[in-house]
């Protein structure tokens, strides 16, 4: 016991400093948007000062300051705390810190120039949070979001203003802040409200709260991710566990699927989304057999790679269902017996990270030379993407190293072409070592496919292969358009006004 008294001034000392650190980040940040010193309102001015004389001393100071200040300024009911203030007989332009009950929630609104300056009001913070970080928003882009009915249809969430009647020199005249909402009245007589979580997520429109991508490798066999076919078919929460583990691992086996009728596998995949129509058809039910002019319908060896690489927008999701696997008519004795076909999924995602790790060059090179794919085996049809495409693509944040998108076949690839700062010879030694990581064996996962077990993974991320195999076999399956798998995924893994308020405000 004494000792833990003798240490007590230090812990005291060190409550002091932490205070004293905040409130200097504090004042910084204040000083940096330029705010009036007599209208700053600090928390934790002095550890030892009074609450009460602390909330009389500002509450006369900023309505000294302001002028306009209606309502109880420390009513406990937060919601129900206002300021009122005029935006446009200031100069310099005013800020305003309003504060309730508790000092450690500051409410604040300015207008410079041409844009409003929010800061969020926080909720008892702790010494070590972030400060909440300032939104600086145009008045135009306030006033062309205003989602009252006026503005926007309310049964189609589509926009009914025009944006380009809005005045060129619109400016908000007054306001009335709440610790929920901020209540601007334009020049042009509208009145818009938003909510303090609109003004927050004003930098995050169209992103959701993104899961956290697991990249894997081959040990990843001892914990497949699985989903029951009935839970698919009858329960939203079925296909929000199916596109969740697709977004976040890149695959999903859908077991207990019945496999004597395909239209059950069809139904399935439709759960997702519809099935993208090809020039190879749309719901695909086929044996071995080159009528579609090309090696996935024989029943060769085919090494780990990407789907449609020769479509501007490759296929989103694949999916396979071994119906059967049987000999072939009049096989002998000794053919009866069906063996391979095994398939083999790589991480394309934990590959790429790897190459950037153990071999940079490589990896820049696979990110920036574009390079042309196609299929042309079928007579009348060579299709091309609308341009040249590298095998990495690194548009846009969706895996680790913001790899947005795998594109890799090299049955499909066309000519390397010259003119890049990385020469011919750099592609090759780069696509060589990209070859060597996905022949690994500890980068490969093998999987044998069954009748009553259905296998969708993300084509832009996860390559798929097989072994070569005898007999018959008989899969189904088809694919997916990305747009409509990430839109099913939003919509059963998250609130549609979460989905929406991301999108629309």
């Known amino acids: 016991m004494r000792f833990l008294q003798a240490l007590r001034p230090a812990f005291v000392r060190c409550e002091l400093l932490a205070r004293r650190h905040y409130h200097y980040r504090h004042r910084r940040i204040l000083r940096y948007h330029k705010i009036p010193e007599h209208l700053r309102v600090h928390p934790h001015p002095d550890v030892y000062r009074s609450r009460d004389i602390y909330q009389r001393e500002h509450a006369l ?108 020199d619109i400016r908000p005249t007054m306001f009335t802040a709440t610790l929920s909402t901020v209540t601007l009245k334009w020049s042009d007589g509208h009145t818009s409200v938003f909510p303090w979580g609109f003004i927050e997520n004003s930098g995050k429109i169209t992103n959701l709260p993104e899961r956290i991508i697991q990249t894997w490798d081959s040990k990843i066999a001892k914990t497949l991710p699985t989903v029951d076919y009935e839970a698919v078919m009858n329960t939203e929460e079925g296909v929000a566990k199916l596109t969740d583990n697709i977004k976040r691992i890149g695959f999903v086996l859908v077991e207990n699927t019945p496999f004597d009728d395909p239209n059950k596998t069809k139904e399935l995949l439709e759960r997702i989304g519809p099935i993208r129509v090809t020039h190879y058809g749309g719901f695909y039910d086929f044996t071995p057999n080159l009528a579609m002019a090309d090696t996935a319908y024989t029943n060769e060896a085919l090494p780990p790679h990407t789907d449609t690489t020769y479509f501007t927008e490759p296929a989103g999701l694949q999916a396979f269902h071994l119906l059967s696997h049987q000999p072939a008519p009049g096989a002998s004795a000794d053919e009866a017996a069906v063996s391979g076909g095994k398939t083999v999924l790589v991480d394309g995602f934990h590959a790429a990270r790897f190459l950037q790790q153990i071999d940079k060059p490589a990896w ?142």
Not at 100 to 121: K, Q, T
Not at 149 to 158: D, H, I, L, S
Request: proline share 7%; glycine share 6%.
């Open 61 to 168: 100071r900023d309505r000294s300051a302001l002028g306009d200040l209606r309502g109880d300024a420390f009513s406990d009911v937060h919601d129900e705390i206002e300021i009122h203030g005029d935006l446009q007989n200031h100069d310099p332009p005013m800020t305003v810190f309003h504060e309730n009950a508790d000092p450690d929630h500051p409410v604040s609104l300015a207008a410079e120039g041409a844009s409003l300056i929010f800061c969020r009001p926080l909720r008892r913070p702790k010494l070590t949070s972030r400060y909440p970080k300032p939104r600086i928003l145009p008045f135009i882009w306030l006033r062309d979001n205003c989602r009252c009915a006026e503005c926007v249809n309310q049964t189609t969430m589509q926009r009914s203003l025009n944006t380009f009647d809005i005045p060129r």
């Open 364 to 505: 820049t090179t696979l990110t920036k030379v574009a390079v042309p794919w196609h299929a042309s085996g079928n007579a009348g049809i060579t299709i091309a993407p609308d341009k040249l495409y590298p095998v990495l693509e690194t548009r846009g944040q969706q895996g680790p190293n913001g790899v947005h998108r795998i594109r890799w076949n090299n049955a499909d690839r066309g000519v390397v072409p010259f003119g890049w700062t990385e020469t011919p010879q750099m592609w090759y030694k780069a696509a060589r070592r990209w070859n060597e990581l996905l022949s690994r064996e500890d980068f490969q996962l093998w999987l044998q496919l069954e009748p009553g077990k259905v296998l969708i993974f993300d084509n832009w991320r996860v390559l798929h292969g097989r072994s070569a195999f005898t007999g018959i076999r008989r899969i189904c399956g088809g694919y997916i358009n990305r747009d409509d798998f990430i839109s099913r995924w939003r919509n059963t893994n998250y609130k549609r006004e979460e989905v929406i308020d991301r999108v629309l405000g």
